[in-house]
Structures are given as C-alpha cells and as structure tokens.
C-alpha cells in the first residue's frame, strides 16, 4: 500500500515527520483521518500501523505522526506536555488540508484519544471520533510517573521508565496534565463519538470509558475490546478494531453513498470503436469515462465539492501524456535494442507567467500553460543513448497533438 512520506512545523517551527497511508492504485481515496498514538509511543507502533493499513485499504488515507520529541520528529520531549500535543495534531491537520482534504475522521490511541477530544473542536471538518484505550482526561496519565513526583516538586525535572524507556520529563508537564482534569469539553463534541476499550486494560481502567461515554452526547457508541491488551499487540485486536471502526464510520461519512456513486458511474453506454463516451454519474463532478472496451471514472477532490473517486481531467491529461511518453520510448528501445529495464515518466502541470518561462521564447506573452516531464531510465545506457531516448519523447503522438494547436469542434446531438 502506498506510504508518503511528509514533514510539517509544529507551532515552534519544529519539523515533525509523519506518514500518509493512502489507498492501493485503484481503490480511491474517499476521506482522509488523523491519527495520533499513544504516550510516548511513535506513529510506528504496530497498532497504529495495522488500522493505518486497514483503513487505507477502505479508500480511507490516514496520517499518523511523531508527536514533538518522538520518533523521527524534531525537539525535545522533555519540554513537550499535553497542549503541546493538541497543537501538533492541529498542525498536522493542517498538512493534510493544505496538501490534500482537511481531515473527516480523528482516531487516538491511549493519551492520542484524550488529545483527539480536546483536538476536535478547532476541526470543523471532523465528522467522527474513535478513541481506543483512551482516558477521559490528560491527568490520568500522571500514575506513569506517580513515583517521581516529589523530585519533580522539589527539582523540576526527573527521568522517569515508562514501559522498558527512560525519558526526561519537567515539571511543567506534571502542571499541565493538571489543568486538563475537566472533561466538559467531551459533552461539547459536534462529531459521532465511537469508544473502544478493553475490560482487562491494565494501563488505562476501562472506568475511564465509562467516563467519556456518560458525558459524551449521542451519537455516540462502545465497543469492548474484550481479552485486549492496552497496546493491542495481538494482531487480530487491531484488525478489528479497523474493521468495525470502517463500518461505523461509514455512516458518518458517507463512504456507502460514495460507493454507490461510484457504481453508478460504471453503467457502460454502447460506444462505437475509436469514439470515447462521457457519462454523468453525479449532480457534481463524478463521470463516467468509456471506450468500447474500457471504463473508469473522473472526478475532482473532495475539497472543491466533488467525491474524490477518480483523476481530474488534468489528472488525465498528464496521465496521456505520459502513457504515450513511455510507449514511445519503449517502442524506439526495443526497435533499436537499447537496454531499458524500466521507464518512469513524472509529470506536473502549472500555470506560469511568459517571463517566467525560459522555454517560451519572446513571442509568448502573459500567463502560459507550463506542463513538466521528467523521464527516468533505468538501464545500463550510454549518455549518448539517453539523450536520444530524451528526444525520442517529443515524437510521442499526444505530445505532437498538444503542440500542434489543435482546432476542436462541438455540436448538439440530434436526440
């Protein structure tokens, strides 16, 4: 399943590394969810990593990150605490909101679901919260380190063993777990509320459950995790987890009418050979692409109002552009028998201005439409061989066809 890499700042312009799960090709990706993991934990825990992979597997991409201090992220954890972990969840929303869709669902794990339901009501996008081990509020956590507290009183700092790892911790996070004792935020919640946890939990009671369900207003649901451990490290308990999570979350996000458009779409009209029919599957943006052979669907993210179920017509464009890019040079290296093992073509389109574009020449003026091909060969090729294979990639016939200013005709259907 594919996995992208990202870096954002925290709000002390720390970098903190996160990973985005996304859908394998041809499964769309239809929501995206935060997740945020337990205390001291990192987003590699195995846990966080299994519900990551299911939900993905959905159309569900989920961003798990380190929190500060954690993991591969930037700083120090002994200057983190509880707020400064609401404001690096709320910076990693704000990644996925300016790179992808502001994120619909919010999962946290153990300490991550007490920072989700304090998170929540700065996300106007969130429509639904799962917490999974959770405490109903940050100052549970404090019998982690209740043996240390006295020299944190009188030195202001400790080293403390949570789990088999030692961590330095100040006292300003002892005072700020204390100020997130209340859990009135929880009743305010504007999202569904799902609640996992298990009976035998012996890191977090399950009368902490108990807690967050009472003040919580419906919708709101629990699911017992019976004979789990707090870290779900028995493989099925993640599973499951990620498999009911999917299905209830599937009314709150409407990942069922998603589908249905989806299927929709895929109602093939006769099409003669050589011609291409567009369909309309939705009153917004999703369609339905057919050849006499061959369907699939177009459609634009969700952040401009459509399902996110298919490429952007500039999607396809470049996806033209660069199946005829490959094609090409395959054809000329097989013909001329170049080694190539393999043929990568990246392409991004941008608008830009004349002055701007070195390729334009003078007689260009104002914005111009700028698309990038960047090839990779793989082979043992000579630089001489290379350099033709580069200009073998002009004689792409799509290529020749968006150069050459192509006159396109329209008229009314006689029905």
């Given at each position: 399943?594919?996995?992208?890499?990202?870096?954002?700042?925290?709000?002390?312009?720390?970098?903190?590394?996160?990973?985005?799960?996304?859908?394998?090709?041809g499964?769309?990706?239809?929501?995206?969810?935060?997740?945020?993991h337990?205390?001291?934990?990192?987003?590699?825990?195995?846990?966080?990593?299994?519900i990551?992979?299911?939900?993905?597997?959905?159309?569900?991409a989920?961003?798990?990150?380190?929190?500060?201090?954690?993991?591969?992220?930037?700083?120090?954890?002994?200057?983190t605490?509880?707020?400064?972990?609401?404001?690096?969840?709320?910076?990693?929303?704000?990644?996925?909101?300016?790179?992808?869709?502001?994120?619909?669902?919010?999962?946290?794990h153990?300490?991550?679901g007490?920072?989700?339901?304090?998170?929540?009501?700065?996300?106007?996008?969130?429509?639904?919260?799962a917490?999974?081990?959770?405490?109903?509020?940050?100052?549970?956590?404090q019998?982690l380190?209740q043996?240390?507290?006295?020299?944190?009183?009188?030195?202001?700092?400790?080293?403390?063993?949570?789990?088999l790892?030692?961590?330095?911790?100040?006292?300003?996070?002892?005072d700020d777990?204390n100020?997130?004792?209340s859990?009135?935020?929880?009743?305010?919640?504007?999202?569904?509320?799902?609640?996992?946890?298990?009976?035998?939990?012996?890191?977090?009671?399950?009368?902490?459950?108990?807690k967050?369900y009472?003040?919580?207003?419906?919708?709101?649901?629990?699911?017992?995790?019976?004979?789990?451990?707090?870290l779900?490290?028995?493989?099925?308990?993640?599973?499951?987890?990620a498999?009911?999570?999917?299905?209830?979350?599937?009314?709150y996000l409407?990942?069922?009418?998603?589908?249905?458009a989806?299927?929709?779409?895929?109602?093939?009209?006769v099409?003669?050979?050589?011609?291409?029919?567009?369909?309309?599957?939705?009153?917004?943006?999703?369609?339905g692409?057919?050849?006499?052979?061959?369907?699939?669907?177009?459609?634009?993210p969700l952040?401009?109002?459509?399902?996110?179920?298919?490429?952007?017509?500039?999607?396809?464009?470049?996806?033209?552009?660069g199946?005829?890019?490959s094609?090409?040079?395959?054809?000329?290296a097989?013909?001329?028998?170049?080694?190539?093992?393999?043929?990568?073509?990246?392409?991004?389109?941008?608008?830009?201005h004349?002055d701007?574009?070195v390729?334009?020449?003078?007689?260009?003026q104002g914005?111009?439409?700028?698309?990038?091909?960047?090839?990779?060969?793989?082979?043992?090729?000579t630089?001489?061989?290379?350099?033709?294979?580069?200009?073998?990639?002009?004689?792409?016939?799509?290529?020749?066809?968006?150069?050459?200013?192509p006159v396109?005709?329209?008229?009314?259907?006689?029905?």
């Amino acid at each position: 399943m594919p996995r992208i890499k990202l870096e954002f700042p925290n709000s002390e312009g720390q970098l903190l590394a996160g990973l985005l799960e996304t859908p394998d090709s041809g499964t769309p990706v239809k929501q995206f969810a935060l997740f945020a993991h337990c205390f001291t934990c990192s987003k590699d825990v195995s846990a966080a990593s299994r519900i990551s992979r299911a939900l993905a597997a959905k159309g569900i991409a989920v961003l798990r990150f380190d929190f500060t201090g954690l993991g591969n992220s930037d700083g120090d954890f002994a200057n983190t605490n509880f707020s400064s972990n609401i404001q690096d969840l709320l910076a990693a929303a704000e990644k996925l909101e300016q790179d992808y869709q502001a994120p619909t669902l919010l999962i946290g794990h153990s300490l991550g679901g007490a920072a989700v339901l304090s998170a929540a009501h700065q996300l106007p996008s969130v429509k639904a919260i799962a917490t999974i081990g959770a405490p109903a509020t940050a100052d549970h956590v404090q019998h982690l380190f209740q043996h240390a507290i006295p020299e944190l009183e009188a030195a202001g700092q400790a080293e403390v063993t949570i789990g088999l790892r030692k961590f330095n911790v100040k006292k300003q996070l002892l005072d700020d777990l204390n100020a997130h004792g209340s859990a009135e935020h929880i009743a305010k919640l504007k999202a569904a509320l799902l609640i996992f946890h298990s009976p035998v939990d012996s890191i977090v009671s399950i009368n902490e459950a108990a807690k967050i369900y009472q003040v919580a207003m419906h919708p709101k649901s629990f699911i017992s995790l019976d004979q789990a451990d707090h870290l779900l490290s028995n493989k099925i308990d993640s599973e499951y987890v990620a498999d009911t999570l999917t299905a209830w979350a599937g009314r709150y996000l409407e990942l069922d009418a998603i589908n249905a458009a989806g299927m929709d779409a895929l109602k093939a009209p006769v099409v003669a050979n050589n011609d291409v029919v567009v369909t309309e599957a939705d009153k917004k943006f999703l369609r339905g692409l057919f050849s006499n052979s061959h369907q699939l669907l177009a459609d634009e993210p969700l952040s401009v109002g459509g399902s996110n179920l298919g490429p952007t017509p500039y999607d396809l464009l470049l996806m033209s552009l660069g199946a005829c890019t490959s094609m090409t040079i395959r054809m000329y290296a097989n013909l001329k028998k170049i080694p190539v093992e393999d043929i990568d073509i990246q392409l991004s389109h941008d608008r830009i201005h004349a002055d701007d574009c070195v390729e334009c020449g003078d007689e260009r003026q104002g914005k111009v439409e700028r698309i990038s091909r960047v090839i990779t060969l793989k082979g043992d090729l000579t630089e001489a061989q290379r350099q033709r294979l580069l200009a073998i990639a002009d004689r792409c016939p799509v290529h020749r066809t968006l150069e050459s200013d192509p006159v396109i005709t329209s008229r009314l259907s006689e029905d």
